[in-house]
């Protein structure tokens, strides 16, 4: 993902823990008393196993196994598992990169749905690090993929094992390329190809959209283009994070703009979210760098945001 500068100044600065709350005064939202608990430590380990097959660059070794093991695992849990195997051009460099989305599916039969997503390839260059040399690494994609990745992996566990007892259909997508880069017209390129390729017909109910949910100061201010695209989504997400208790770490206000998967989905008439904490380490000095590695992620985190999915899923489509 990428900071939309032009919006940057004065949004940037995450609120500080204690904010959390939209301060109205509203009786939060009951919370769905049956569903599982997330296991948060098994997310972690996720984490660990993804950033062990190496970078997910789109041509690299480390892409083609993890997508044999997600394809493997999801194949075990999900009712139904497509693939869209899809290439792309890239604008600057003379290569052709070969891409796959994922889509896990839950009831696949039923006509309401919600989907959920995380990117799983990783970017070929740290480009945010300090030293030249660091800076032609590439990024292993701890936090910067494979913590969404994870928290939906662990998601289809706690669907297969406990499914709920409400009709929607759930959908995990799991994106590629997404992180390519350099610039925007090589980025989110799963994503605009799943909205290209959507069912105009039939549409989630709303989507959202998981993005560095692993950091150890976990804060996820509402992302600025997720109030303007999908502003009851915005209240449904951060409403049932707040009922939660997790209010102090999902404040209401004070998110940037950021460029990610959410874009081509909301201009494709998905409301979208973003939950994404886009301070990676103080002033963000983890993110693009090869150090974002496991070491750097939290079960914790991971656990708080996997509660929050798991609370979104059970509840189903009641407000
Ligand atoms: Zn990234």
Not at 110 to 125: E, Q, V, Y
Not at 144 to 171: C, E, F, N, W
Not at 284 to 306: E, Q
């Amino acid at each position: 993902m990428r900071l939309a500068a032009a919006v940057l100044a004065a949004g940037a600065v995450a609120l500080a823990p204690g904010c959390g709350g939209d301060g109205s005064g509203v009786d939060p939202m009951p919370l769905d008393t049956l569903r599982p608990t997330f296991d948060g430590e098994a997310a972690q380990a996720l984490v660990e196993r993804q950033v062990a097959f190496g970078p997910r660059i789109p041509g690299r070794d480390g892409h083609g196994a993890q997508l044999t093991w997600m394809l493997a695992r999801l194949d075990s849990l999900a009712d139904a598992v497509e693939t869209q195997a899809f290439t792309h051009e890239h604008t600057q460099f003379d290569a052709t990169l070969e891409l796959t989305n994922v889509v896990a599916r839950f009831r696949p039969e039923a006509t309401r749905r919600i989907l959920f997503l995380a990117h799983w390839d990783t970017r070929p260059f740290a480009d945010q690090a300090d030293t030249f040399a660091e800076r032609q690494m590439p990024v292993p994609g701890a936090n910067d993929g494979a913590s969404g990745t994870a928290v939906l992996l662990q998601v289809a566990r706690h669907l297969a094992d406990d499914p709920p007892s409400h009709d929607v259909g759930i959908d995990l997508l799991f994106t590629d390329g997404e992180d390519y880069g350099p610039n925007l017209p090589d980025m989110l390129l799963g994503a605009r190809h799943y909205a290209a390729t959507a069912d105009p017909q039939r549409p989630p109910e709303y989507a959202v959209l998981l993005d560095l949910v692993g950091d150890a100061d976990p804060s996820f201010p509402v992302e600025g283009f997720s109030r303007g695209f999908a502003p009851e989504v915005v209240d449904r997400v951060w409403g049932v994070a707040d009922a939660l208790g997790y209010g102090a770490f999902f404040p209401t206000s004070g998110g940037p703009f950021v460029q990610d998967d959410h874009i081509p989905l909301n201009e494709a008439g998905i409301p979208t979210v973003n939950v994404i904490d886009f301070e990676y380490g103080p002033d963000n000095h983890i993110w693009h760098t090869p150090d974002d590695l496991p070491a750097n992620t939290r079960a914790s985190t991971l656990g708080m945001v996997g509660e929050v999915v798991l609370e979104l899923i059970y509840r189903g489509l009641q407000p």
